[in-house]
């Protein structure tokens, strides 16, 4: 990992009685780079929470996509699953999808893997508060026209 220095200008206004005057200053921002263990996609994120994200997935560096992906693996699967085996699950989905070299396009190539993940997302949803067309089935009437809509052309 790399570290690297941002430094962001911060204005600072003095009190009202020197309305004019402005007072100009920087804070610096210690960064790193990070490779998630899934992915392979690097960040740059403060140390605190490098160490955060890593607390949280067993010593694991997690990117934002695939900590979402592993949420929804959680929530999809009809039991209990821990954490640990939600992410060991995302990481052998991640893995099928790496080849020992990189796509032609990867832009191609993470919009693929994307669909894939919201069509997996979408086709497991299920929600039993809404009613399915068995259920809400209404008689069905059919509307007979007794006569033309156009009126009558007379001439």
């Known amino acids: 990992m790399s570290a690297t220095i941002i430094s962001d200008p911060l ?59 592993i949420k929804d693996e959680i929530v999809r699967t009809e039991r209990l699953v821990s954490t640990e085996e939600a992410m060991t699950r995302h990481m052998n989905f991640c893995k099928k999808f790496k080849s020992s070299e990189p796509p032609p396009d990867p832009t191609v190539h993470l919009i693929s893997a994307m669909r894939h993940l919201l069509r997996r997302s979408l086709g497991s949803r299920s929600t039993p508060s809404s009613p399915t067309r068995k259920e809400t089935q209404m008689p069905r009437t059919t509307l007979i026209r007794s006569e033309s809509c156009f009126p009558t052309l007379t001439g």
């Open 11 to 69: 204005v600072i206004s003095t009190p009202e009685t020197q309305p004019a005057a402005m007072l100009v200053g920087t804070a610096q921002i210690d960064v790193e780079s990070a490779i998630c263990d899934c992915c392979g996609l690097t960040e740059e994120c403060t140390p605190a929470y490098i160490g955060r994200i890593r607390e949280r997935y067993h010593g694991k560096w997690i990117c934002g996509l695939c900590a979402e992906a």
